[in-house]
């Protein structure tokens, strides 16, 4: 085993008490052992000062938070996230306006005269150019005005308002059934590849990934809703209705989306643990005698997440598109809903409007999916904006 060697200086100072100091330097005449030399106090309370004025620099809150990685990881993120929210909207706008049909046409009815027609056109400015068009619609976007709706002539940014927050509880309490299906389920069923459990829960994600949402919606409302009566099977109540009746309404609405979801889930993140199990750190661990769910639950899964992380951010597109069907089932009254509504009237500032919603929703998602990596696993920095 080799040592360092200390600093010669040092060592010859604790070797010899007597002997003189390296900088020239003794202590007074009749002090005691270990007393500072002149000068020597005054040097570290100077020293000390330029300590706490490097301390006060360090300690300013904007050159502290961009020293920080994950900062400057969001701050790239974002950046680049601006082209392609831009493009996304340029592209749903090119879309809208190829598809067939006219929008005055659709607000007035098959009735309406051509004169009538056209009339409306000019009001709501559609017989403008494609691009004349985009060009003000993206004007009024970045001074934070979406436009009005064709239809009821409301901002949509009040409609997104009043529509949003329905939406995104949707999601959110899919992505918890998802995860609390996927997580104990993979994890068991990787304790006994091939066992009971495992087939029978193979099985049953089979099935899941099988069923398409709105036809598991369906069975569900004649199951819970119709012949158990536990759940409704239309209509959304607010949290200011009681969160118990609020859960409720949106259960079914959850389970629909969630579970088909969940099962892949499950495929996947079982497919990870047991490459996991392989490992050499897991025989490492088996060997030097940790039971094998503390080795299974404390090791193998929590590295077993990347791929989870990954996936789930992926499938918030997925998510989002089964809203515009589950809501119209189950009558919720969000964005999906709307969306509907919306082509079928050609209305395009909605359209636009959840369209940025959905692109900014799936990036900063992405952000946060980025952010986790690190978090679940210290070892990872984004220090070299390579990575």
Avoid at 246 to 262: D, E, K, V
Avoid at 369 to 380: E, G, K, S
Wanted: aromatic fraction near 8%.
């Amino acid at each position: 085993m080799t040592v360092q060697p200390a600093n010669r200086g040092g060592a010859s100072a604790a070797a010899d008490p007597g002997a003189a100091p390296v900088d020239g330097t003794a202590p007074p005449p009749g002090a005691p052992p270990g007393a500072a030399r002149p000068g020597q106090h005054g040097a570290g309370q100077h020293g000390a000062g330029q300590h706490g004025a490097g301390q006060h620099g360090a300690g300013q809150p904007f050159a502290g938070l961009m020293r920080s990685s994950l900062l400057r990881l969001a701050v790239r993120r974002l950046l680049t996230a601006i082209p392609v929210v831009w493009g996304v909207t340029f592209l749903g706008f090119t879309v809208l306006n190829l598809l067939p049909g006219d929008a005055a046409q659709a607000l007035l009815g098959a009735d309406a005269t051509p004169a009538e027609v056209a009339k409306l056109s000019q009001q709501l400015h559609l017989d403008q150019p494609f691009l004349t068009r985009y060009g003000n619609w993206l004007t009024g976007a970045l001074r934070g005005h979406l436009g009005s709706s064709l239809g009821s002539g409301q901002p949509v940014t009040t409609i997104l308002a009043q529509r949003f927050p329905v939406t995104f509880e949707l999601l959110l309490y899919a992505f918890v059934v998802s995860l609390l299906i996927a997580i104990p389920v993979a994890t068991f069923a990787a304790r006994k590849p091939g066992g009971i459990f495992d087939s029978v829960t193979t099985f049953i994600a089979l099935v899941g990934l099988s069923v398409a949402p709105y036809i598991l919606a369906l069975l569900l409302i004649l199951l819970f809703a119709v012949n158990l009566a536990w759940f409704p099977a239309l209509g959304w109540t607010p949290v200011g209705g009681g969160l118990g009746a609020n859960l409720r309404s949106l259960t079914l609405p959850a389970l629909s989306l969630g579970f088909p979801i969940g099962c892949f889930y499950t495929r996947l993140l079982r497919a990870d643990v047991l490459e996991q199990l392989d490992e050499d750190y897991v025989m490492t661990a088996h060997a030097k005698g940790l039971p094998g769910w503390r080795v299974l639950l404390r090791h193998a899964t929590p590295n077993s997440m990347f791929g989870l992380i990954t996936v789930v951010a992926l499938n918030v597109g997925t998510l989002l598109g089964g809203t515009v069907i589950v809501e119209q089932i189950f009558g919720l009254p969000g964005i999906g809903e709307e969306l509907f509504q919306a082509i079928q009237t050609r209305d395009f500032p909605v359209l636009e409007g959840i369209v940025v919603v959905f692109a900014v929703l799936v990036v900063v998602i992405g952000l946060l999916a980025d952010l986790l990596y690190a978090a679940v696993d210290p070892r990872i920095r984004y220090d070299n904006p390579g990575q």
